[in-house]
C-alpha cells in the first residue's frame, strides 16, 4: 500500500449507532488531518494531529471523536450522529504541519447517516 | 479571517480549449498557495503551488502566477483534455494565521470531445 488509505469506503449508519472511520498513512509523515466535505461547501477542517498530539480542534461537535494511537494511523469515531453529518469523510497526511508542507489526502469515506 | 474566493462552476469546454479558473484569497501574511484536483471517485490531489509573490507554478500543462498585488492564483492550460474533467480547489495556508489550509469552494470543469 502507498500514500494515504481509508476504509470503508462507504458507511451507512443510523443515528443511534457507533462506527468508527480509519486512516493509515505509508509516508513517514508527522501530521495528519481530518476534513468534511459536504456537498455544495468548502471542504472543512476537523481534526490536526502533529506528532500524534491533536493541535486543533476546530469546533467539532463532540460526536465526532479523534484518535491518534501512533503517526501512521488516525480515526474518527463517531456516535450518535445526525443526518446533517452525511458527507464525505477525507483524511490526509504531510511531512509537518508547516504552511508550506503540502497535504495528502486519502480517497475518503462517504458517510451517510439515516 | 483567511479565505478563497474562486469562480462558480460548473465550467463546460470543449476539447483543446483555453481554460482559466479565477481564484482570489485574503489572509494575514504571507500564505502559500495550493491548486488541488479531485477526480470522480477519488481524494484530492495536489496539482500545483507556489510560496512566495511571483512564483510560478506548473503541472501536467496547468499554471498558476502567485499574484501577490492582486491577492490571485488563478489556474490555467492552454488545451485542455477530457481527462482534465474534474473538481479543481484552490487553497491557502497562511504562516501567520492557522497553519492551516483554507479551500475554496471547488469548480467542477466538464471537457466535451
Known amino acids: 500500500e502507498t500514500g494515504v488509505t481509508q476504509t470503508p469506503r462507504h458507511l451507512v449508519m443510523g443515528m443511534t449507532n457507533k462506527k468508527s472511520l480509519k486512516c493509515e498513512q505509508h509516508?513517514?509523515?508527522?501530521?495528519m488531518y481530518w476534513y468534511k466535505q459536504s456537498a455544495k461547501k468548502p471542504l472543512e477542517l476537523m481534526f490536526v494531529?502533529?506528532?500524534?498530539?491533536?493541535?486543533e480542534n476546530n469546533s467539532v461537535p463532540s460526536r465526532f471523536s479523534p484518535e491518534c494511537p501512533n503517526s501512521s494511523h488516525l480515526f474518527l469515531h463517531l456516535h450518535t450522529l445526525q443526518p446533517e453529518d452525511s458527507a464525505l469523510y477525507l483524511c490526509?497526511?504531510?511531512?509537518?504541519?508547516?504552511?508550506?508542507?503540502?497535504?495528502?489526502f486519502g480517497p475518503g469515506t462517504r458517510l451517510t447517516v439515516l | 479571517g483567511d479565505s478563497v474566493t474562486q469562480m462558480e462552476g460548473p465550467v463546460t469546454l470543449s476539447e483543446e480549449a483555453f481554460l482559466t479558473i479565477n481564484c482570489t484569497y485574503t489572509?494575514?501574511?504571507?500564505?502559500?498557495l495550493f491548486w488541488y484536483v479531485q477526480y470522480p471517485g477519488e481524494g484530492l490531489q495536489l496539482l500545483l503551488k507556489?510560496?512566495?509573490?511571483?512564483d510560478k507554478g506548473s503541472n501536467k500543462g496547468f499554471e498558476a502566477t502567485y499574484r501577490k498585488e492582486t491577492t490571485s492564483f488563478h489556474l490555467e492550460k492552454g488545451s485542455v483534455q477530457v481527462s482534465d474533467s474534474a473538481v479543481y480547489f484552490c487553497?491557502?495556508?497562511?504562516?501567520?494565521?492557522?497553519?492551516?489550509?483554507?479551500f475554496g469552494q471547488g469548480t467542477r470543469l466538464t471537457i466535451n470531445p
Open positions: 507556489a510560496t512566495k509573490a511571483d
Open positions: 487553497a491557502l495556508s497562511d504562516p501567520w494565521g492557522a497553519q492551516k489550509l483554507v
Open positions: 489572509a494575514t501574511g504571507y500564505p502559500s
Open positions: 509516508l513517514g509523515h508527522n501530521a
Open positions: 490526509a497526511s504531510s511531512q509537518d504541519k508547516g504552511a508550506t508542507d503540502t497535504q495528502y
Open positions: 494531529y502533529s506528532l500524534e498530539e491533536r493541535v
